[in-house]
C-alpha cells in the first residue's frame, strides 16, 4: 500500500472517530471547567460518576478533552461543605454540580452567580434555594429527589412486612437540616399504624453500634434507615448490625440493597447523574438556571432482598411480593 493510500486511510479513520464529537460540540476548541461538590466520597459515588459521565458523553462531553471537572469530596464531613464550596468558586468554573440539598447550600452560599446543578436534593424551595420548582429562579436549578409522601409510605410497608412490630427506630442525621423532619413527618402516619417511633441520630461511623445499642434496648422491632450522604456511607455497617441482631430494614433507595438490606423503597439515587448531564448542556448553551424547571421523582421502586429475608427467618407477605419491583434472590 502505498504512503498516500496509508494517509488517506488514517486520515477517515480519525474524521469517524471524531465525527460524533464534533457534531455536539459547543464551541470548537472550548474547554468548560465544572465543579463537583459532594458530601460523599468517590469510592461511594462510583456509580454515580459513571452515570453522569455517560450523560455528557452522549451530549459530546469527553472529561479532559473538552470539559475538565473539579471534584471535591467532604467523605461524610458536611461541615467541610462551605470551604469546599469557596474552594471551587475560586476556580471560577463554568458551574457547580452540587449532590443533595447541603452540598446546593454550600454552593449557593459561595456564590450568588455561578449556575448550579442539583442533583437529589431535598425540598429547594422550603430551604430556599427556589422560588419555584416552575421557575426556580436565580442560579440553581436541577433535580430534587424530595417526595413528602414517601417517609409514611416506607413505614406502612415496614409495618405490613412486619405486622407484630410496636416500635420502629429511626436513623437519621440530625446535623442535616431535611433529615431532621423526617421521624416528625412520619407520626400521623406512624399513630394510624399505631407503632412507636425512636429517632437515633448518626453522624459519623462511630454513632453506628451506640444507635443499635439504643434501638434494642428500647426494644425496636425494626430499623427504617433515612437517606443522607452521612448515613448512606454507613449502610455496610447497618445492615450487618441488623442482621446480627435479626431486625428488618427500611432503606430509602434500591442502591443500598447490594449491602444486605432487606427492603427498600424509593427512587433510583444513581439514573438522576445522567439526567443532571442534561441541565449541564443546556445551561453550557446559554440557559439561565433560573429559567429551567426543577425536576421531580415520578418512578419509585419497592426492591426486597429474599437472601436477607431468609438470613432473618422472615416470610415476606405475597401481598409484598406481588408489588415487588425486584427480587434479590
Known amino acids: 500500500m502505498s504512503l498516500e493510500r496509508r494517509r488517506f486511510l488514517v486520515a477517515i479513520a480519525g474524521g469517524l472517530l471524531a465525527a460524533p464529537l464534533a457534531a455536539e460540540a459547543q464551541q470548537a ?5 465544572i465543579g463537583f461538590l459532594s458530601g460523599s466520597s468517590a469510592v461511594a459515588s462510583r456509580r454515580h460518576l459513571e452515570q453522569f459521565r455517560l450523560g455528557l458523553r452522549e451530549l459530546g462531553y469527553v472529561e479532559e478533552q473538552n470539559i475538565i471537572i473539579e471534584y471535591r469530596w467532604a467523605e461524610g464531613q458536611q461541615d467541610r461543605l462551605p470551604q469546599l464550596a469557596t474552594d471551587l468558586v475560586r476556580i471560577a468554573p463554568d458551574l457547580i454540580v452540587a449532590v443533595t440539598a447541603l452540598s446546593a447550600m454550600a454552593a449557593r452560599n459561595a456564590t450568588a452567580s455561578i449556575p448550579i446543578v442539583m442533583v437529589n436534593g431535598g425540598d429547594p424551595v422550603t430551604l430556599g434555594l427556589a422560588a419555584s420548582l416552575a421557575r426556580p429562579g436565580k442560579n440553581l436549578t436541577g433535580l430534587t429527589s ?29 446535623r442535616n ?28 461511623p462511630d454513632d453506628v453500634p451506640t444507635a443499635f445499642l439504643d434501638a434494642m434496648k428500647g426494644r425496636a422491632g425494626a430499623i427504617l434507615v433515612t437517606a443522607d450522604q452521612v448515613v448512606n456511607l454507613q449502610t455496610a455497617q447497618i445492615s450487618a448490625l441488623a442482621l446480627k441482631n435479626r431486625l428488618p430494614t427500611m432503606f430509602d433507595a434500591p442502591v443500598f440493597m447490594d449491602a444486605g438490606g432487606l427492603m427498600a423503597y424509593g427512587i433510583d439515587f444513581i439514573a438522576p447523574f445522567r439526567r443532571a448531564a442534561t441541565y449541564v448542556d443546556k445551561i453550557l448553551k446559554g440557559a439561565r438556571p433560573g429559567d429551567l424547571p426543577i425536576e421531580e421523582p415520578t418512578k419509585f421502586e419497592l426492591v426486597i432482598n429474599l437472601k436477607t429475608a431468609r438470613a432473618l427467618g422472615l416470610t415476606i407477605p405475597p401481598s409484598l411480593l406481588a408489588r415487588a419491583d425486584e427480587l434479590i434472590q
Open 177 to 204: 437540616p431535611l433529615a431532621t423532619h423526617g421521624p416528625k413527618g412520619m407520626e400521623p402516619v406512624a399513630q394510624t399504624l399505631a407503632v412507636q417511633l425512636q429517632p437515633l441520630g448518626i453522624t459519623g
Open 29 to 33: 476548541g472550548k474547554v468548560y471547567r
Open 146 to 174: 424530595f417526595s413528602p409522601e414517601l417517609a409514611g409510605k416506607r413505614l406502612a410497608l415496614l409495618k405490613e412486612l412486619v405486622p407484630e412490630v410496636k416500635r420502629i427506630a429511626i436513623l437519621y442525621n440530625p
